[in-house]
């Protein structure tokens, strides 16, 4: 019986000494080309400001996955007629601000609609680490998020 003791702790001790493995860089998650169609912007025209955004940032987030070139998701935006840049300078320095920050902005009806896409750069290799769609609808003397303006 003491031997069987001594046998199970010195193999419990070898195997706390066992190296893992370290996992390999992030492969893209989402498709590995971004699909030919249109970025889908939600049904904006007859849905809820709460619904367009949500199918807006699952369109987002289902069409540019982590690893995709930076450069490819927005390119594929400004096809989109999203205009992208930097983001603003007030953003830099607080938190984890997006390397690229891309805007469409459309009126109709009498309301003002934003789509804004996020891409945040991977530890400074231009590569996706995530992405965040957002959406805001802005009608008549609504204010920002439709508060009073």
Not at 54 to 80: H, K, M, P, T
Request: glycine share 12%; proline share 7%; aromatic share 6%.
């Amino acid at each position: 019986m003491k031997r069987f003791a001594v046998a199970a702790a010195l193999a419990f001790a070898l195997a706390a000494c066992e190296t893992t493995p370290v996992s390999a860089p992030a492969e893209p998650s989402g498709p590995s080309a971004i699909p030919s169609g249109d970025l889908s912007l939600g049904d904006w025209r007859n849905a809820s400001e709460a619904a367009t955004l949500e199918a807006f940032s699952e369109s987002v987030s289902g069409r540019y996955g982590a690893g995709l070139a930076i450069s490819a998701a927005s390119a594929d935006l400004r096809r989109n007629e999203f205009n992208c840049g930097p983001a603003p300078a007030a953003d830099r320095g607080r938190g984890d601000p997006p390397a690229q920050v891309c805007r469409r902005t459309t009126t109709a009806s009498g309301c003002t609609h934003t789509w804004q896409v996020h891409l945040f750069d991977e530890g400074g290799n231009a590569r996706l680490a995530r992405t965040r769609g957002l959406y805001d609808r802005r009608c008549g003397g609504d204010g920002l998020l439709g508060g009073p303006g």
